[in-house]
């Protein structure tokens, strides 16, 4: 069965600013759906806004109540005019769409919304063979790439020098430009090299040109989808860029970068060639010094600098950086929901909403966050508790049901359970239950040591929790159970034994008064 096309998706990155065909080649979605899409929005005037708070699933019933086919009513916008207005100076399809809406209201025909009307001047460019004027937008596209030259920092033991591989970004329009030293070209090293670039510009552009390296595309066929690397696609959607690689051997697809290259070439790397460079932090302290002149030098050919451009005319048109920075994740699949409403990660609990209770999510693991995911849609996100902490609970009041924020009697019974084995299995079960801030968290704790009774009978049970509170302040199952396995209460259970009995015959053995010869001798 085919999937279902991700309707609140595609309005999203239609808001952000994306087109028809870069939302359909990023998200690896037919064009005929995302036009398909965009088209029942703009009929029924459905923005974004509107739906934000909506899930993926209601959003699509929304669009698709039941399957229909719908008639083209709209007025011609005559393309071939169009095209040829395009090259006079100053005009926009923006501007031709507005004075094409007017000529409608004027004529009472139906008129088509603006991204129908871009979508159908790009099918007739296709259909023609013909191609629009490439010129650039601010905003709209960030160039990247590694530079060929490198430079090097020398061992202070050895002397040898180690290769800097420099990572060059470009904003085309303003040819402001960012350079970043690292050590090697590996996937995490592109990706970080990313979030720093788009911290160096204080935002995001529409677009992301990159080579075809490795550690970024998977696929680049001369037909059909490219595919992107997971992580590389993830951070692209993090940040709202579509990420774009060049056609294959066209570097003229991302020529800015290309002449950035060679311009630091010169303005950095010969600049810098006879400076000793000690550490990568002091290398990049120099490049930046080094950038700062080259992007605040003058153009020879265009009024301003790099820099002037970028803050006068450019920066305004970036999209703002997310809240929270990208974090290079991993991602566990098919972790199932407990009946406390929470997942396990690394011997620590998770709350999800508890509608999930016994269904299946992934977790997608960063540096110090946790979020939860059902079908590709985030549930919870969570500070991720550090490596070494365990048996802790993360939970939103959200994500329980009413009787979890009530509790009422099960607690104790649970308890009355443990007091009625011993003292000490009482007290290792109150100290189970003052751990948790919600008493269901300690359920499945506590149940889990009382049925180690079932197993080894209460008498065993007792003397392990009894052995357990002389070394650990909060004895768990994985405590009681190694007990329990290995006999060491038993052993412990020996020994208290006879230290009783010693202590009980303190004042030693008395023989009678035939022994030392009495009357009767």
Not at 144 to 159: E, F, H, L, Q
Request: hydrophobic fraction near 30%.
């Amino acid at each position: 069965m085919a999937s279902k096309i991700k309707v609140k998706l595609i309005l999203e990155l239609q808001e952000s600013g994306l087109s028809r065909n870069t939302i359909a080649e990023t998200r690896h979605m037919s064009r005929s759906s995302v036009s398909n899409v965009l088209h029942i929005a703009d009929e029924q005037s459905i923005s974004f806004d509107m739906v934000k708070d909506k899930t993926e699933e209601e959003v699509y019933r929304m669009f698709y109540p039941c399957k229909h086919s719908t008639e083209d009513l709209y007025a011609s916008p005559g393309y071939a005019k169009v095209h040829g207005e395009l090259k006079k100076t100053g005009v926009t399809l923006k501007l031709l769409w507005q004075e094409y809406q007017d000529q409608c209201t004027k004529d009472e025909t139906l008129s088509m919304g603006y991204t129908k009307y871009c979508d159908g001047y790009g099918q007739y460019l296709l259909e023609n063979s013909l191609t629009s004027h490439l010129y650039h937008k601010p905003g709209i596209i960030t160039e990247v790439d590694w530079s060929g030259p490198t430079m090097g920092i020398a061992s202070r033991d050895t002397g040898e020098v180690a290769k800097a591989y420099l990572f060059v970004a470009t904003l085309p329009f303003s040819q402001y430009s960012y350079v970043e030293a690292c050590l090697d070209m590996k996937e995490n090293t592109w990706l970080l090299c990313h979030v720093h670039m788009w911290d160096f510009f204080g935002g995001v552009t529409v677009r992301t040109v990159c080579d075809n390296l490795k550690t970024g595309v998977v696929l680049h066929p001369r037909e059909g989808d490219i595919i992107l690397n997971d992580d590389y696609e993830a951070l692209g959607s993090h940040y709202m860029t579509a990420i774009m690689p060049t056609g294959i051997r066209k570097p003229k697809g991302k020529a800015s970068v290309e002449g950035s290259v060679g311009k630091i070439a010169t303005a950095i790397i010969a600049k810098l060639r006879n400076v000793t460079f000690w550490s990568l932090p002091e290398l990049n302290q120099a490049i930046a010094k080094a950038l700062r002149t080259f992007n605040n030098a003058m153009f020879q050919k265009r009024s301003g600098s790099r820099s002037e451009v970028f803050y006068n005319e450019e920066k305004a048109y970036l999209h703002g950086l997310p809240a929270v920075p990208y974090e290079i994740c991993s991602w566990i699949y098919g972790r199932s929901v407990n009946p406390d409403c929470h997942v396990v990660y690394a011997k620590n609990r998770y709350s999800c909403p508890y509608r999930y209770v016994g269904k299946k999510v992934d977790l997608k693991i960063g540096g110090s966050s946790l979020e939860i995911f059902y079908r590709s849609e985030r549930l919870s996100t969570h500070n991720k508790f550090p490596d070494y902490v365990a048996n802790k609970y993360s939970t939103h009041e959200e994500d329980m049901p009413d009787q979890f924020k009530n509790p009422q009697w099960d607690d104790t019974r649970i308890k009355d359970w443990a007091y009625s084995i011993g003292k000490s299995a009482g007290e290792v079960i109150d100290r189970i239950f003052s751990t948790v801030k919600i008493k269901e968290q300690g359920y499945n704790s506590s149940l889990s040591v009382l049925r180690l009774g079932k197993t080894y009978s209460e008498g065993r049970l007792e003397t392990a929790c009894e052995l357990a509170l002389t070394k650990v302040r909060i004895p768990r199952y994985h405590h009681l159970k190694a007990i329990l396995a290995s006999n060491q209460d038993q052993i412990y259970l020996g020994k208290k034994n006879n230290q009783g009995k010693t202590k009980g015959d303190a004042r030693g053995f008395v023989r009678g008064s035939d022994y030392y010869g009495g009357e009767n001798s």
